[in-house]
């Protein structure tokens, strides 16, 4: 299972890696983390930015109710793009259930590129703050391919 998650609400500012969450993300991240916790539970490995902005976020998921056994802080989703996160997937996920904390429009890209065009998607003209996509599947993630995941569900935090 694959979970990929944009960062909650931030603030204005400069530098933009610095940029940290409103009160208003810290709000957004606690519900979807209890989302997230009702609808697969525990996260066996997540990799998370390392802009402040993701940090918090998955500071605030925990504090929400989403329990997350191993986390990785990944400096290159800061600027990745969809195909480095795939790639990244196929080389470092090796659990049941995964997680990538980014930014857009990445989160959506690589939504985009794995999800297996089934149903709807709420992430087709992007990810609002907040969004997550749960996706499932059951392959070996060195084989992940593209158009492979069927999508399970898409979380939106109140606005």
Sequence with gaps: MLIIMRHAKAGHGSPD???PLTDHGRRQAGFVGGAIDRAVGE???LFVS???R???TLESLTSGGLV???RFVEPSLYSAGGDDVVELLRVAANERVVMVVGHEPTMSAVSYQLWDRVGEAGFASGFPT???AIFGGGHA???LSLGSLP???FIRAPM
Excluded: S
Aim: charged share 30%; aromatic share 4%; no cysteine.
């Design 17 to 19: 890696h610095a940029r």
């Design 43 to 45: 996260v066996d490995q």
């Design 50 to 52: 390392d802009a402040a």
């Design 54 to 56: 993701t940090l918090q």
């Design 68 to 70: 997350v056994k191993e």
């Design 130 to 132: 907040a969004g997550v």
């Design 141 to 143: 993630w060195e084989e």
């Design 151 to 153: 999508l399970q569900a």
